[in-house]
Nanobody, 129 residues
Framework: QVELVEHGGGLVQPGGSLRLSCATS????????IAWFRQAPGKEREGVAC???????????LYADSVKGRFTVSRNNDKNMVYLLRDSLGPEDTAAYYC???????????????????WGQGTQVTVSS
């Protein structure tokens, strides 16, 4: 059974940093790209970062323009973990953050939510002083 569980959300001050983690199980992580999405109240779900599968290892991580230079996505296939390190956080980064995986292995990275089949329950991040 495929499962993704996010951890690490909470309250952080503007300008601060926070690392989110996504624990995966039920599939071989290295064979799949994993993406991070976020959704703020009243807004559509937005893809922010994607880390490629082992087969696509020469591809650089994919980032949304809104987070380039501030967010870093990484993975540890041996530990079945994916991470999202976020720096220079601002109020606009307040949202529920989700990690997601497609059902088909070896797919290219994408920030389109329609291409992902399995989702975590999300973790809330609030940026406020």
């Amino acid at each position: 059974q495929v499962e993704l569980v996010e951890h690490g959300g909470g309250l952080v001050q503007p300008g601060g940093s926070l690392r989110l983690s996504c624990a995966t199980s039920g599939f071989t992580l290295g064979r799949f790209p994993i993406a991070w999405f976020r959704q703020a109240p009243g807004k559509e779900r937005e893809g922010v970062a994607c880390t490629s599968s082992r087969e696509d290892r020469n591809s650089s991580p994919l980032y949304a323009d809104s987070v380039k230079g501030r967010f870093t996505v990484s993975r540890n296939n041996d530990k079945n973990m994916v991470y999202l390190l976020r720096d220079s956080l601002g109020p606009e980064d307040t949202a529920a953050y989700y990690c997601a995986s497609p059902a088909i292995m070896w797919r290219r990275c994408s920030l389109d939510a329609a291409e992902y089949d399995f989702w975590g329950q999300g973790t809330q991040v609030t940026v406020s002083s």
